[in-house]
């Protein structure tokens, strides 16, 4: 019995059960605290992202990216929020067409916003075809900017072409909406496309590149427009938007 007293006692005393609660609810307060902290500072973030964009001094001219999602868009809010032109979604493929597009050209205009047009365009269907369905839905006007020609993987669209087709069909598209608009167009290429396909490399037009917040520098040759932030909320659109910076003359490095 005495041995067994002493066995028992070289465990030390068991807590109390209100001190296990005690414990217990001194780190639930903790780690309570800790995920407000997180839940703030993740709202913080996305609040500064959603308001950010380059310095004006160092990049004068700035715009926007619009699409449909953006529903019914209050131009002259765009405006005084700081936008001196537009990029709109205008064609995708063969057939797509953003049904804001057309509305949104003539609002923005009458805002006194330039406006350009943007073709997404798919690895899937044939470049005569997209350039057909560019021309139809895009008009030709001396006062347009060049159209944008959008290159990024899309999800509905599984075929990889080699990278000599893709440069021989791409060049027959932009061959065809340039000669209706009258003007060169503008290659777009995200990153990845980019580095599969080097189209910066096969393809001599001026580029426009996207990074979020820092500058990019996947391509070939040096950007002329830049998407710094596709996470730009104004009060004149619903959603977000792209904001984007021309470089600067003399800014080339």
């Not at 002329?224 to 977000?240: C, D, H, K």
């Amino acid at each position: 019995m005495a041995t067994g007293a002493a066995s028992r006692g070289n465990k030390g005393p068991v807590k109390p059960l209100a001190e296990w609660r005690g414990v217990l609810a001194y780190w639930l307060r903790r780690v309570s605290g800790l995920l407000l902290l997180l839940v703030l500072a993740a709202g913080l973030v996305m609040w500064w992202a959603a308001r950010w964009t380059p310095p004006r001094a160092q990049f004068p001219i700035q715009g926007v990216t619009i699409d449909a999602d953006n529903g019914v868009v209050r131009w002259g809010s765009i405006k005084a929020a700081g936008a001196d032109f537009s990029y709109l979604m205008a064609t995708d493929g063969t057939d797509g067409v953003d049904p804001m597009f057309a509305s949104n050209m003539a609002a923005a205009r009458e805002a006194g916003i330039q406006t350009g047009a943007i073709h997404r365009y798919s690895l899937c269907q044939l470049a005569t075809d997209q350039a057909a369905n560019f021309i139809r839905h895009v008009p030709r006007r001396p006062d347009t900017l060049p159209a944008v020609v959008w290159l990024d993987y899309d999800d509905r669209c599984p075929d990889r072409p080699t990278r000599a087709l893709l440069l021989s069909e791409l060049a027959t598209f932009l061959a065809q909406i340039e000669a209706h608009m009258g003007k060169r167009s503008l290659i777009a290429p995200g990153p990845a496309f980019e580095r599969d396909y080097k189209v910066t490399q096969g393809i001599a037009r001026t580029t426009w590149l996207r990074r979020d917040f820092f500058e990019p520098d996947y391509g070939a040759h040096p950007w002329a427009m830049w998407q710094a932030n596709q996470f730009v909320r104004l009060s004149g659109a619903g959603g977000t938007v792209g904001w984007n910076v021309l470089r600067g003359e003399g800014d080339t490095p």
